[in-house]
């Protein structure tokens, strides 16, 4: 079945290559999907857009054979299919390519490829393969070192591996699961341009996103999802409008634009000079990278992720060691213990909320004290008042509207946004001097995102200098002052928020120094 | 093979009754108990009278039900030592070899003497065997604790070979320097260095004559105390229960983790070295071999069973003594393994009834 | 004392390490770290010696003693795959189930002598001098399969389409997943496979090295410093073999130490007082925790770790590996 044959073209031109009938997908206590219909023209690219949550990732599985529908019917060229694992999915011609890359790390490019099909049987002449491979990547323009290990790849060779795998399976359908997120805008350049040549080579693309203006420059038709049920059953991407989008996103009038006041910054509070770090594999992540923040300011850091920005964020807070000077308020905090970074005012709001920011089996009360549990009222000398605790974090329940039963519920209950707002709760309750905010809004539906943009500001005219760390350039130029680009771990130029343009952020994205 | 019916896993999105965690833990010990009874049915064995012997063995009167307690006595300290660690996600699988450490220290206080025996008080000498005893254990759970702390170590090899070199070290000792005439044992500690019992009492009170309850249970008590309020509510338990949640964030917190590591590992090692002294103190009265009938792995299934709550070790660690107690007579002595083995098989097994909603689903409902 | 001697029952010995641990090397290859290698293999040992002895066949011995082990491990698969328990503590209830059946099954079994698996010289090659005499002369079979036995493992593992799997899985289980390989399957079968191999690692115990039940002193920790040689090894087998050898060679070395009356013309102190003994008896258990630092430390020097889904339960759907 590895070869499995292209669809005959002829034969297939009147079926489409995709239908979904009124598919209903049921999870214990979450209606994921409610009869949703989608169809996938033949070599079309068809955009699937909804929020986070919305039902786009649950749809898409059980086109992948994940997921079994509870309800509805599901056709491929023509074909009546019933898939009962992701094999059958892949027999039937259907690629997946996740946007949390399902890659082995540490298996070459030809080993992930191979994974899981029947040829070759029994012993792995990888050689001969590498130059399978290399034919395929010849056919569609997708460059990569077959026997390179996948850890050793930046994010964009690995989404080609993942594109490539499907296409080494012979797939007609492909599903990219927010493919561009993690790319700079010339890769996404890059990316569309392939998709395009796949559809000349009698592919079919499923597209999902969150973008408008990269859904209009390359889908023909879109379907929107708003928890589990299609508001826009494909329609012409001609003659959308972002706000028509968002609205049928959202379901309601979206304001995009938080308002941020003028104001002067103050003196300089974090003062990073010529800092070096390595990164967790041993390599050099940092490069003699200097900048500055000052009270009331925000200074944005761009970049494509895995440039330096990680570590960037863990040396500043203490979670890493480094070379070169890390000036606080004047106070030297390199290579010390996250202890001395915080006794400083630095307050971090982490990349990974679950697995950095809180405790996934401790109540939302003893998240929000994590980071003062030593000091009176809360903590005496040796014990912890829980009942002072637990007053404390009502107070921050109704300050910051976390939506939770009650403060005794355990964190990994919560909602990404509503977590992430006890985060950003218990880091400002420390007042701090210093913010770094890494992807704060990453994942969140759109009123979550305005209202921890919301808090950002606040801190901003509260005096805080804040460093912000965000893929989302949108994001970056909304909020921030200043904006410094990062690439391999070095700062390729600082520009000003008002005069600065995606087009020449992106360029230094990939590398190009600004000229000053 | 086509069955009608099918169990389905599904997962629970409210919180499960208060009730529940209780229900499933006695539940699967009742199992536990009836799979044990069907296996030693297959074997040739008489379940129901052993089961009713078990009862009056172990709770038929106040002399066997006394014996049950100072059984259960070294299992509620081992079982905290256990919790201790568990809640920073330690393993410390080497409560035995620290209870055989701290037996070793503190019967040096006897046999160096590290005081006079004639002339220093029974109490001073007690209380030296008792931090004598901690220290022992305290270094034995130091050793893991700094290798996990410093190069990251994977504690649950290090702590089981441990273990073994403690009843090595335990051995040369009775077997060569200490050995009473060629015996594998020591002498007899002098009667000052022994743990007051009920029965020193009998003179007084006729009822207690012949009960071996030694003040070790009440140390035994007072321990569970102070671990449930460093645990609840210290400022200590707390980074506890942090880093034993997620490292990553108690890092990001500010938590010295490496310490803490060092620090629990000897805690949790103290107490495992306490119940060492309490039971060569309080029992056997001399150092010898098999002093732990594997105290130190039944403590780890105490803790499990217990839901690391040190309340309920204490009485978890009661049901355990009983089935040491019982396990003496019962035939043959891989009974007391086996059983335990199940126990904790279960125990385990049902967090799964927390986790999930089992249905039994109809697959042909017209038929039905 | 005699080099010869050593290297000739080190590599016997070594034998029960190298199945215990490549087995162990299996399983968590796949992300199941079994702790229960004690068990299964006491459970094995009693199993095969207890059939040898009714049989009268060491080979059917053999067969039911792999088959104990292996399905022992299968309430691990069970316990930790199915129901997502902590594998620490299924690992433990395991060794406690494997000791206690063992136990009581094995009454009586002490003192007998059923037939062992017979001891061969490999034609030409053990009349080399040396080597034939230290590798290829006097050992039971089951020593010239564990030759063989590494390396194959090592192909498979790394050359072959199961081995791949095999790595996938406990590297990326969704990865796996999503691509039709069924992370439980696989995981299943090689908690089976190292239940398999315990079980012969404990056969190969009572029924070749030191023939005898002497209940729990018949593997007396063995299976534990298996799952440590894993740790040491970096999870290749080729290593789990060489360490198995190494440790079983120290072993028996240190024990001739206790033979001579004099070394290097000083009076031997272990000789005088046989008590001495018992330090030499701690000395494998000291040398798998120095193995253990050592293993550690390189492997953070060289960033090599465990298997990255080692002691995680797979749940689909569910963010994480």
């Known amino acids: 079945m590895t070869s499995h044959p292209p669809p005959n073209a002829v034969a297939n031109a009147v079926a489409n290559a995709v239908e979904m009938k009124d598919i209903v997908i049921r999870f214990p206590g979450v209606l994921a999907n409610d009869h949703v219909n989608l169809t996938l023209k033949h070599g079309e690219i068809h955009a699937l857009l909804g929020e986070n949550g919305a039902g786009k990732s649950t749809l898409m599985s059980a086109l992948a054979g994940l997921y079994k529908p509870t309800s509805g019917t599901m056709r491929i060229h023509g074909e009546l299919v019933d898939f009962n694992s992701p094999k059958d999915a892949i027999a039937k011609g259907i690629g997946m390519v996740y946007q949390h890359f399902m890659l082995v790390p540490t298996q070459t490019v030809t080993e992930n490829i191979l994974l899981g099909l029947n040829e070759p049987k029994f012993f792995m002449d ?72 796949m559809t000349k080579q009698d ?227 420390t007042n701090p001097k210093l913010m770094v905010a890494m992807q704060p809004t990453r994942g969140l539906d759109v009123g979550a995102i305005e209202s921890i943009q919301r808090l950002l500001l606040e801190q901003r005219e509260e005096g805080t200098a804040i460093l912000l760390i965000s893929e989302e350039l949108e994001e970056l130029l909304t909020l921030s002052d200043r904006i410094a680009v990062l690439h391999e771990g070095e700062v390729m130029g600082i520009l000003d928020a008002k005069d600065a343009n995606m087009k020449e952020i992106g360029l230094m994205m990939t590398g190009e120094k600004h000229k000053a | ?173 009775i ?29 007084e009170y006729r009822m207690f004559s012949g009960i071996t309850l030694h003040l070790g249970v009440i140390i035994a008590i007072i321990a569970a105390i102070i671990i449930w309020w460093i645990l609840e509510r210290s400022r200590w338990g707390y980074e506890i229960k942090l880093i034993g949640d997620n490292p990553a964030a108690a890092r990001y917190a500010g938590l010295n983790i490496s310490k803490n590591i060092i620090l629990v590992f000897m805690l949790s090692g103290a107490l495992a070295g306490l119940a060492g002294m309490s039971e060569i103190s309080g029992v056997v009265h001399r150092l010898q071999e098999r002093i732990s009938s594997g105290y130190g792995f039944t403590g780890i299934i105490i803790a499990w069973l217990a839901k690391l709550n040190p309340f ?52 042909n409902p017209q038929e039905a | 004392m005699n080099i010869e001697i050593i290297l000739h029952a080190g590599l016997a010995t070594g034998t029960i390490l190298l199945f215990a641990a490549i087995g162990e090397v299996f399983a968590e290859r796949s992300g199941i770290l079994n702790l229960g290698v004690e068990g299964m293999m006491l459970l094995g040992a009693m199993a095969g010696f207890s059939t040898s002895l009714a049989t009268n066949n060491a080979w059917l011995g053999l067969l039911v003693a792999m088959l104990a082990g292996g399905i022992l491990s299968l309430a691990h698969a069970l316990v930790t795959i199915n129901f997502q328990a902590d594998q620490v503590v299924s690992g433990l209830s395991l060794t406690f189930l494997g000791t206690g059946l063992a136990l009581v099954l094995g009454e009586g079994l002490t003192g007998q002598h059923p037939p062992t698996i017979p001891i061969v010289d490999i034609p030409l090659l053990s009349s080399i001098p040396f080597i034939g ?148 008896q701690m000395m494998p258990f000291i040398l798998t925790i120095i193995a253990l630092v050592w293993g550690s430390r390189a492997a953070s020097r060289k960033r090599i770790g465990a298997p990255a889904a080692l002691g995680v339960p797979y749940i689909r759907g569910e963010r994480g590996l």
């Open chain 1, 126 to 197: 990888l050689p001969k393969y590498d130059q399978k491979i290399r034919d395929l990547q010849e056919q569609f323009g997708l460059n990569v070192d077959p026997t390179a290990k996948i850890w050793q790849l930046s994010v964009g060779e690995q989404q080609r591996v993942e594109i490539l795998k499907t296409l080494y399976r012979g797939a007609s359908v492909l599903i990219m699961d927010e493919p561009t997120a993690v790319l700079a805008p010339q890769e996404i350049d890059d990316l569309m341009e392939t998709m395009r040549s």
């Open chain 2, 312 to 363: 309920t070790v204490i009485l978890v660690s009661i049901l355990f003594g009983a089935l040491i107690v019982a396990g003496r007579e019962i035939q043959p002595s891989g009974i007391a393994y086996l059983l335990q083995g199940i126990i904790l098989f279960m125990v385990i097994s049902s967090d799964v009834l927390l986790r999930y909603k089992i249905r039994l689903i109809n697959l």
């Open chain 3, 133 to 280: 005499s230290v590798f290829f002369s006097e050992h039971s079979i089951l020593v010239y399969v564990g030759y063989i036995f590494a390396p194959l493992t090592a192909f498979y593992i790394n050359k072959t389409r199961p081995g791949m799997h095999l790595r996938a899985v406990g590297e990326k289980p969704s990865a796996a997943d999503t691509l039709g390989i069924s992370v439980y399957g696989v995981r299943y079968f090689y908690t089976f496979v190292g239940g398999l191999l315990a079980g012969l690692a404990g056969a190969t115990i009572s029924l070749s090295v030191s023939p005898g039940w002497y209940s729990t002193q018949t593997t007396s920790g063995q299976g534990w410093i298996a799952v440590g040689l894993v740790i040491f090894a970096q999870w290749n087998p080729m290593r789990a073999a060489f360490g198995g050898y190494l440790f079983g060679m120290l072993r028996r070395f240190i024990l001739d130490l206790q033979g001579p009356a004099l070394i290097f013309g000083m009076t031997n102190p272990l000789y005088v007082n046989s008590n001495y003994g018992f330090f030499l």
């Open chain 1, 203 to 429: 592919k079919s693309i499923i597209f999902i996103s969150h973008k408008l203006n990269e859904v209009t420059a390359v889908a023909n038709r879109l379907t929107v999802l708003r928890k589990g049920v299609a508001t826009a059953e494909g329609i012409d991407v001609t003659g959308m409008t972002s706000e028509k989008l968002a609205e049928l996103m959202v379901g309601r009038k979206v304001v995009f634009r938080v308002e941020k006041k003028e104001q002067a910054p103050g003196d300089v509070v974090l003062d990073v000079k010529e800092v070096s770090a390595i990164n967790n594999k041993g390599v050099r992540a940092l490069n003699k990278l200097s900048l500055k923040v000052r009270q009331g300011e925000i200074l944005g850091i761009a970049g494509v992720a895995g440039n330096g920005q990680s570590e960037l964020a863990e040396i500043i807070t203490g979670l890493r060691d480094c070379d070169g000077e890390i000036l606080i308020n004047g106070e030297d905090v390199s290579n010390q213990e996250p202890s001395v970074a915080i006794a400083q005012g630095v307050a971090h709001i982490p990349e990974d909320r679950t697995g950095v920011g809180s405790a996934p089996n401790m109540t939302i009360a003893e998240n929000t004290i994590m980071k003062n549990y030593r000091d009176e009222p809360i903590g005496t000398k040796w014990s912890i008042n829980f009942t002072e605790a637990r007053d404390h974090a009502r107070e921050l329940k109704n300050a910051y509207d976390i939506l939770a039963p009650n403060v005794r519920t355990m964190a990994r209950k919560l909602s990404g946004g509503n977590l992430q707002k006890v985060i950003l709760a218990r880091e400002i309750t």
């Open chain 2, 1 to 173: 093979m086509n069955l009608p019916y099918t169990l389905i896993f599904e997962k629970r999105t409210e919180d499960y009754p208060k009730w529940l965690p209780a229900a499933v833990s006695i539940g699967s010990v009742i199992a536990a108990f009836i799979i044990s009874g069907i296996l030693l049915k297959i074997i040739g064995g008489e379940p129901l009278r052993v089961i009713k012997f078990f009862f009056t063995a172990t709770f038929g009167s106040w002399a066997v039900f006394s014996d049950t307690m100072v059984k259960a006595t070294p299992l509620i300290l081992v079982g905290l030592a256990c919790t201790v660690a568990f809640k920073m996600k330690l393993w410390n699988i080497g409560a035995e070899g620290q209870f055989y450490m701290g037996a070793f220290f503190a019967s040096l206080v006897v046999l160096v003497p590290m005081v006079n025996l004639e002339t220093t008080p029974k109490f001073l000498i007690i209380v030296l065997m008792m931090i004598m005893g901690m220290i022992g254990g305290a270094i034995w759970g130091f050793i893991p604790g700094i290798l996990k702390a410093k190069y990251n170590v994977n504690e649950i090899i290090i702590t089981l070979m441990l273990n073994y070199i403690a009843l090595y070290w335990n051995n040369f000792w």
């Open chain 2, 175 to 203: 077997f060569d320097k200490w050995s009473d005439a060629g015996f594998q044992m020591t002498p007899q500690f002098a009667k000052v260095a022994w743990l007051p019992r009920l029965s020193d009492l009998a003179r």
